[in-house]
């Protein structure tokens, strides 16, 4: 299981893939919003998201969980 | 037996260092013997070995646990010390740390750059009056490691621990590359933790290799075997000069290879939309001559050697891939380390921007990014190398200046067309300046308000304005920029200034 984390403070802007949809490493899973910028999220591991933990226009933290990929 | 045939004898059993117990521990863990990583790291060998019979009435101190001596790597005498794990765990005795000071005394000397290959378990309590405390004592290490910093490249390999005093050793050199694994550094090792103040951790959490060189910073170049880390140090010392009198040597120039899309083509007009500045990067230097530093680290900012046309170049460029490319402490840390590395060696530097500012909010605010941003412009503002700057898309706010913008004294500021130079981006300033008029208006006018304003903004900072106020020196095609730098650095190469007269400067740390 890996969680995918946000990397900064921002605004969720899109997400980008579905629950059980399958992922690759290195594929965007959200796309955050923060200084006015673009900030892609991507998979540290391939595998199938399990949850999606935000929703889109969500504010989120450093560090808080996005997504679930099993 | 003949007295040469016991020097014979003693010198046999000295060179094989400790028991057979610990070589074979040790080769389970991928770690070589300390003479092995030695003939690996110079062109031919050892040349000169010091101290040799350091200890040597002890038969279980074979040279002390040390080894020390000069040799070349990339045809360039380099000074060593190498600690062997095999020989009391590579701990530190009176006579081990003798010799790491007397070796450091001859880099002064000979101004000659001074490798560190790490692998000990800190000092030996045992000895401690002999070796901790006194003018000779291992303190006197890292004094000796202060005073040539940028005299001399200062670099460590780390293969062991590097515990408790011993991780200053690393802290003070100029790089350190760690091998995953076997690499760690810390003042306390997880036992001492425990008992100390109750904390239950691993020794990689604590102190390994991959931490250090993502979370904390402490660590450069992260590396899986001991041969790897020893083929990137000979690489990284092809870039310096032996010491801080002389300039790098030039290296036969390599083409950028060709590449389906240019410039123009992978950096996206939209200033929000994200790019890969190593995309950026590849177009501009000679092929595969990328040396990169704290790639795992603060990866908001790239910061690299590299040569373009055969010349050493550092480059710090920001990424908007990570993070938006926004400046972080840690990444103000990360290029203020870096710009001082290169200005201490005569490196000249080129800083790609594309920067929306420093990070705001609560939480950078109470790690003082203040302080870190401010350390980032003093490194810069200070070099007296050949400094170009060249704004790739946005240069918002503190953001200009901590990319040695034109106020900094490069020696040249150029421009893409598509450049962006402004206190901040046009989307926040219209709602800056204009939120009482914006919240005024009937909601569906709103949005062709705010376009209206914003494209106002944007004719406001145009790249020829700026350009026209003689702002920035040049706007350039994108696609001839390798050429524009190959031009520009060879005649700033001819620089020779003083920053200011003083002492030293009192450093925002």
Same mark, same amino acid.
């Given at each position: 299981?890996?969680?995918?984390?946000?990397?900064?403070?921002?605004?969720?802007?899109?997400?980008?893939?579905?629950?059980?949809?399958?992922?690759?490493?290195?594929?965007?899973?959200?796309?955050?919003?923060?200084?006015?910028?673009?900030?892609?999220?991507?998979?540290?591991?391939?595998?199938?998201?399990?949850?999606?933990?935000?929703?889109?226009?969500?504010?989120?933290?450093?560090?808080?969980?996005?997504?679930?990929?099993? | 037996?003949?007295?040469?045939?016991? *020097?014979?004898?003693?010198?046999?059993?000295?060179?094989?260092?400790?028991?057979?117990?610990?070589?074979?521990?040790?080769?389970?863990?991928?770690?070589?013997?300390?003479?092995?990583?030695?003939?690996?790291?110079?062109?031919?060998?050892?040349?000169?070995?010091?101290?040799?019979? $350091?200890?040597?009435?002890?038969?279980? *101190? /074979?040279?002390?646990?040390?080894?020390?001596?000069?040799?070349?790597?990339?045809?360039?005498?380099?000074?060593?010390?190498?600690?062997?794990?095999?020989?009391?765990?590579?701990?530190?005795?009176?006579?081990?740390?003798?010799?790491?000071?007397?070796?450091?005394? =001859?880099?002064?000397?000979?101004?000659? /750059?001074?490798?560190?290959?790490?692998?000990?378990?800190?000092?030996?309590? =045992?000895?401690? !009056?002999?070796?901790?405390?006194? &003018?000779?004592?291992?303190?006197?290490?890292?004094?000796?490691?202060?005073?040539?910093?940028?005299?001399?490249?200062?670099v460590c390999l780390l293969f062991g621990p590097s515990a408790a005093g011993g991780a200053y050793i690393p802290a003070f050199c100029d790089i350190v590359i760690m091998v995953d694994g076997n690499a760690s550094m810390y003042l306390g090792s997880p036992r001492m933790a425990e008992k100390v103040i109750g904390e239950k951790v691993s020794l990689?959490?604590?102190?390994?290799?991959?931490?250090?060189?993502?979370?904390?910073?402490?660590?450069?170049?992260?590396?899986?075997?001991?041969?790897?880390?020893?083929?990137?140090?000979?690489?990284?010392?092809?870039?310096?000069?032996?010491?801080?009198?002389?300039?790098?040597?030039?290296?036969?120039?390599?083409?950028?290879?060709?590449?389906?899309?240019?410039?123009?083509?992978?950096?996206?007009?939209?200033?929000?939309?994200?790019?890969?500045?190593?995309?950026?990067?590849?177009?501009?230097?000679?092929?595969?001559?990328?040396?990169?530093?704290?790639?795992?680290? #603060?990866?908001?900012?790239?910061?690299?050697?590299?040569?373009?046309?055969?010349?050493?170049?550092?480059?710090?460029?920001?990424?908007?891939?990570?993070?938006?490319?926004?400046?972080?402490?840690?990444?103000?840390?990360?290029?203020?380390?870096?710009?001082?590395?290169?200005?201490?060696?005569?490196?000249?530097?080129?800083?790609?921007?594309?920067?929306?500012?420093?990070?705001?909010?609560?939480?950078?605010?109470?790690?003082?990014?203040?302080?870190?941003?401010?350390?980032? *412009?003093?490194?810069?503002?200070?070099?007296?190398?050949?400094?170009?700057?060249?704004?790739?898309?946005?240069?918002?706010?503190?953001?200009?200046?901590?990319?040695?913008?034109?106020?900094?004294?490069?020696?040249?500021?150029?421009?893409? /067309?598509?450049?962006?130079?402004?206190?901040?981006?046009?989307?926040?300033?219209?709602?800056?300046?204009? $939120?009482?008029?914006?919240?005024?208006? /009937?909601?569906?006018?709103?949005?062709?308000? !705010?376009?209206?304003?914003?494209?106002?903004?944007?004719?406001?900072?145009?790249?020829?304005?700026?350009?026209?106020?003689?702002?920035?020196?040049?706007?350039?095609?994108?696609?001839?920029? &390798?050429?524009?730098?190959?031009?520009?650095?060879?005649?700033? $190469? #001819?620089?020779?200034?003083?920053? =200011?007269?003083?002492?030293?400067?009192?450093?925002?740390?």
């Amino acid at each position: 299981m890996q969680e995918v984390k946000a990397s900064m403070a921002g605004n969720v802007w899109k997400i980008v893939v579905a629950v059980g949809e399958q992922v690759e490493e290195g594929q965007d899973i959200v796309i955050l919003e923060s200084m006015k910028m673009e900030i892609p999220i991507a998979a540290e591991a391939s595998g199938v998201v399990k949850e999606l933990k935000v929703a889109e226009g969500d504010f989120v933290n450093d560090e808080d969980v996005l997504a679930v990929i099993e | 037996m003949s007295y040469l045939e016991e *020097l014979q004898e003693r010198m046999r059993k000295i060179e094989k260092g400790g028991k057979d117990k610990y070589h074979k521990s040790n080769e389970e863990k991928g770690k070589l013997f300390v003479r092995k990583r030695l003939e690996i790291l110079f062109d031919s060998g050892m040349n000169i070995e010091d101290a040799f019979f $350091a200890n040597c009435l002890d038969d279980d *101190l /074979p040279s002390d646990g040390v080894v020390t001596g000069i040799g070349k790597v990339n045809n360039q005498d380099v000074c060593v010390m190498a600690n062997d794990s095999t020989v009391k765990a590579g701990s530190w005795g009176k006579r081990t740390v003798e010799k790491i000071l007397r070796i450091q005394e =001859t880099a002064m000397k000979l101004e000659l /750059p001074m490798i560190y290959l790490v692998d000990s378990a800190g000092a030996r309590i =045992t000895d401690q !009056i002999e070796m901790f405390p006194g &003018r000779r004592g291992a303190g006197r290490i890292f004094h000796n490691q202060i005073k040539l910093s940028g005299r001399v490249p200062q670099v460590c390999l780390l293969f062991g621990p590097s515990a408790a005093g011993g991780a200053y050793i690393p802290a003070f050199c100029d790089i350190v590359i760690m091998v995953d694994g076997n690499a760690s550094m810390y003042l306390g090792s997880p036992r001492m933790a425990e008992k100390v103040i109750g904390e239950k951790v691993s020794l990689e959490e604590m102190g390994g290799a991959v931490m250090h060189c993502s979370v904390s910073g402490v660590g450069d170049v992260l590396v899986k075997t001991e041969e790897e880390a020893i083929h990137y140090a000979q690489n990284y010392l092809s870039y310096f000069p032996a010491n801080f009198r002389s300039k790098p040597n030039n290296v036969e120039a390599k083409p950028v290879p060709a590449f389906e899309k240019s410039i123009t083509d992978i950096v996206p007009e939209n200033q929000n939309a994200p790019f890969n500045m190593y995309d950026l990067i590849d177009r501009i230097i000679d092929e595969g001559s990328f040396c990169e530093i704290k790639k795992k680290f #603060a990866a908001e900012l790239i910061t690299g050697l590299a040569r373009i046309e055969g010349s050493s170049v550092g480059i710090i460029a920001n990424q908007p891939r990570v993070k938006g490319g926004v400046l972080f402490t840690d990444s103000a840390d990360k290029a203020a380390k870096f710009i001082q590395l290169c200005d201490a060696f005569n490196i000249p530097l080129l800083f790609l921007t594309d920067v929306p500012g420093f990070m705001i909010g609560t939480k950078v605010e109470r790690q003082g990014i203040i302080r870190h941003g401010a350390k980032m *412009l003093s490194a810069m503002s200070e070099v007296t190398v050949p400094k170009i700057s060249v704004i790739v898309r946005k240069a918002y706010g503190a953001g200009l200046y901590a990319m040695s913008g034109p106020a900094f004294d490069p020696d040249c500021c150029l421009a893409f /067309p598509n450049a962006q130079i402004a206190v901040m981006g046009p989307e926040a300033a219209v709602n800056a300046v204009e $939120a009482n008029k914006i919240a005024q208006l /009937p909601e569906e006018d709103r949005a062709a308000f !705010i376009k209206q304003k914003q494209d106002e903004y944007k004719e406001n900072i145009d790249v020829y304005r700026l350009a026209s106020e003689m702002v920035i020196d040049a706007v350039i095609d994108p696609n001839t920029l &390798r050429q524009e730098l190959v031009n520009r650095f060879s005649v700033y $190469a #001819a620089k020779n200034v003083t920053f =200011t007269e003083r002492k030293h400067g009192v450093y925002p740390v």
